[in-house]
């Protein structure tokens, strides 16, 4: 029986704390076995398709990416092999069916296709799936789309759904692993839209459960978005393998900030929870990596509005555009509001004040730079037109902040986050100068 | 009765307006435009049509939605969790049966 339907029984974990962090695909006297998958897999059939897993030469997991109905069908993952396994029975004789990929690395779309060939069983002579084994390159991200083309009637008939796509999760990213003796270790930066692979040691759940594990899940979720189940239980010939666990690798969504993780494992009709007492790991989320999405600053970029001193090199977008916050929340730590304190200095000294910043006396290159220990924000402004409101001092129109490694990042109205190492670049006709610069020790 | 297309040509010319000043960071300059008014103008009528474009477009009809009813407890439509108060209004109407 699935998890999630019988009676639940709080499992008292001990709290986690940093250790080390051992290989993976590795087995000792206390701990299990964790296998990370060899290859991704795609099987289509007639009015059916399935995505799993593969590690080792047999052993095979379903994955079920498509959680909310909207997602594509497959997953795949950047540098690792995806094999493309189609039914004959899709095709009539004679058709010449072709698959075809796409997928897109550093912005530039890469297309290709293979001739699917069905080999025949050589005791009935019945016709086999045609098998296509497809290596994604390593720096490959977004969507690779899949799609059948097959000669009908003496015309190219194109099978093609978006339920065809795959999914690609990135290459770079992080590791959790939650070791046999309790503990939760993080292996490299938890960053938005990068991969992250959970290492379950099943002997956790065994502690708990004892050998006769049913079902095993780890559940994640973002911020307030819906939890996300992945199987971390693997199969032997129809019973679960107690003493090895599958590490599913996931890809952190764009604008995630942080992630709560937890584990059910199920046994003789209970569900237990690890969970760390219920309060479940958490993890706080990074920054995008800049430019994950090369799309984001081209649409900076080719905005008609867009602000004269970006270029191409001098910044990179660090999400999409996002209309739910704006420079000033985020020069505050907000990425939910849009906050507006008044357009005139005195009323950024409040808020700013209100938050422990306190105004420098110059604009100078000391004061724009990067002390560790120290952070610092900048508004921008320019003197109005109307000599009624001129007198009253500059109108402020943006603020950005300083991050820890020293570049300027600004929310761009509704647009994207971006970084900018200088925080010049982004003066002219839209924010005017720079006016003033806040600090605040940590 | 709103006429759909009046109402659509004002929801039009609002957005173009949003749009233009989609790198402003003051979220008063969004509403301040004669489209906006004369959304507003339309009074509670426009309600029905107003929920429609707001389940789907921008996040500042709240404000719109602020200046017909008066009621300002979700927030002004300006400030604040835009977000939070979308789906607060949107919970708002199925209550209210709109």
Redesign the interface.
Known sequence: MPIGVKNQIAANLPPVHGSSFPDVNTRTTSSSAIVKADSYVASFARGQFQGYVQFGTHDTLNISEDQNGRDPSFVGAAGKSFRVKVDPNMFKTGEHPKLYWEHSTKGEKGSSSAPLEFPRDLRSGALLPATVNIEIPKDARGIMRLRLEAIKDGEPHVQWDPKFDVKILPQTGAQIHFDSNWQANTIGEIRAGDSLDLAYDMSRLRQILGEDITDAVACVQFDDRPALEFNIAIKQEGLIDSHASFSPRIQIPYEAESMKIWFKGEADGHIVHDSRFGENFRFDVGLARGDSNPAWKQTILG?R???VGLREDNFTALGPNN??Y???AWSIGSR?????PG?KISDFDGLYAQHGYHPLDSTDNHALSHEPGVEKIAIYGYISNRPSRAKQGPVV???ARQIDDGQWTS?????SLIAHPDPRTIEGS?YGKLLKVYARTK | MIPRDDFEKCAREWQEHIDAHSFTANPFVYIEHDSFENIVAMGKAAIPLILEAYSEGHLFWGAALVRITGKDDFGNGVTGNLGAQRTSWLNWSKEAEI
């Open positions: 905005s509005n867009a602000i209309p739910l704006n420079c000033i939910h509001d849009w906050i507006w357009d129109t943006h603020a929310k761009l109205g509704s647009n839209t």
